[in-house]
């Protein structure tokens, strides 16, 4: 059975690809981002502690994020796991090795969403437009996106490179539709 990592930048398109394919392929996700604003919505002194840094556009410990994914690999059955936004570093990719190992698993391929950094913006005010003005995420702003990109560009692109000699990645045109994204994902992974 397949599991794949999907990764890009903020805005790349990673939650709505692993969601279209939650539904057309049968896919666990395991968000590291939608567990860690769940946390935050719990209002506990530790999703306090997550909010400030999710709000700064930093990164939350390893230590908390790789703890989450071993729950969640866990306490699912799934023989089809898709990770986004894990791993960030080239720590939480090894964690996530150890973990595949430790499970007889196997990782099949890390889908690299490429998207021109200047189109972002674009992408998080889209977004937010289509939030409800209530549930806007408090990290979807211009200031904040600088940062998370920053972040994502110091602190991530290394990991682009550790999968890469380990022949699982694949660089996919991002800046297509999103429709067309999701057929050339499926192409791969089927
Ligand atoms: P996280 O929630 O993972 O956010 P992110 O990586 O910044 O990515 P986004 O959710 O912003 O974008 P996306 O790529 O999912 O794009 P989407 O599909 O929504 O992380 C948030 C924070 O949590 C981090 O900053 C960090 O603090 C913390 N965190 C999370 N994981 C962590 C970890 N492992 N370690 C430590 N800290 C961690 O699409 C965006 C928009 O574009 C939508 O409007 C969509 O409709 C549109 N769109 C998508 N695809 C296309 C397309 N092909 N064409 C046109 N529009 C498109």
Not at 26 to 43: A, H, M, Y
Not at 165 to 178: A, E, P
């Amino acid at each position: 059975m397949t599991n794949i990592i999907i990764l890009g930048p903020p805005g790349s398109g990673k939650g709505t690809q692993s969601k279209i394919l939650v539904e057309k392929q049968n896919f666990f996700q395991i968000s590291t981002g939608d567990l860690l604003r769940k946390t935050v919505e719990s209002g506990t002194e530790e999703g306090n502690k997550i909010q400030k840094i999710m709000e700064s556009g930093e990164l939350v410990s390893d230590e908390m994020v790789i703890e989450m994914i071993l729950v969640e690999m866990s306490t699912n059955n799934s023989k089809k796991f898709i990770f986004d936004g894990f791993p960030r570093n080239i720590a939480q990719a090894k964690a996530l090795d150890s973990a595949f190992e430790d499970k007889s698993m196997i990782l099949d391929f890390v889908l690299l969403l490429d998207v021109k950094l200047d189109f972002l913006e674009n992408r998080i005010k889209s977004r937010i437009a289509e939030s409800d003005p209530s549930n806007i995420r408090k990290d979807d702003n211009v200031e904040t996106l600088s940062k998370r990109l920053n972040v994502y560009k110091k602190i991530t692109y290394p990991i682009i490179d550790f999968y890469e000699k380990k022949n699982k990645l694949v660089r996919i045109n991002g800046m297509d539709s999103i429709e067309d994204v999701t057929n050339k994902i499926i192409q791969i992974i089927n």
